[in-house]
C-alpha cells in the first residue's frame, strides 16, 4: 500500500503522533506455529469485596507483573478475567504461588488451560 509520501516525511508522521499520543505503543504478532509452544491460561478471580479500594489495590498489584498478559473487569460471576501465557503446568504452579495468590484481596481463583486459539488466523497482521 502507497500513502504518497516520502520515507522521511511519513516517518515525521509517525513521530509526530507518537509524541501526541495517537500512537501508544507497538506490537509484535507472533505466530505460535513459528515460536516456543505456549499455553494460554485464562483466570477468574473473585475478590473478597468489590470496594473502589479493593478494586483499586487488585488492578496497581496486577500492572506490577508482567507475567500477566491481559486483565478485565468483568460482569457476571467473577470480578476480573485474567491472561497468562505458560510453557507447561509447572510454569503456571510458579506464577500461581507467586504471583496470583499474593494479589489483593483475592478471595477465589478458578483457572482454565486453552486447549488452542479457534481465531489465531485473524492475528495475522495485513501487509
Known amino acids: ?3 504518497g509520501l ?4 511519513c516517518l515525521r508522521r509517525i513521530k509526530l503522533m507518537e509524541q501526541a499520543g495517537v500512537i501508544r505503543g507497538y506490537t509484535a504478532l507472533v505466530d505460535p506455529t ?3 509452544s505456549t499455553i494460554a491460561v485464562i483466570i477468574n478471580i ?7 479500594e479493593y478494586l483499586d489495590k487488585f488492578e496497581a498489584a496486577v500492572r506490577k507483573h508482567p507475567e500477566i498478559r491481559e486483565c478485565y473487569l468483568m460482569t457476571g460471576g467473577s470480578d476480573y478475567m485474567l491472561r497468562v501465557d505458560v510453557e507447561n503446568a509447572g510454569a503456571f ?3 500461581h504461588k507467586e504471583v496470583l495468590s ?9 483457572s482454565s ?13 495485513k501487509r
Open 102 to 110: 499474593t494479589l489483593p484481596g483475592v478471595l477465589r481463583i478458578h
Open 6 to 9: 516520502s520515507p522521511s516525511a
Open 46 to 52: 473473585t475478590l473478597e469485596r468489590q470496594t473502589e
Open 1 to 3: 500500500m502507497e500513502v
Open 34 to 36: 513459528q515460536s516456543e
Open 113 to 125: 488451560f486453552s486447549i488452542r486459539n479457534v481465531l489465531a488466523g485473524r492475528l495475522k497482521a
Open 93 to 95: 504452579e510458579r506464577i
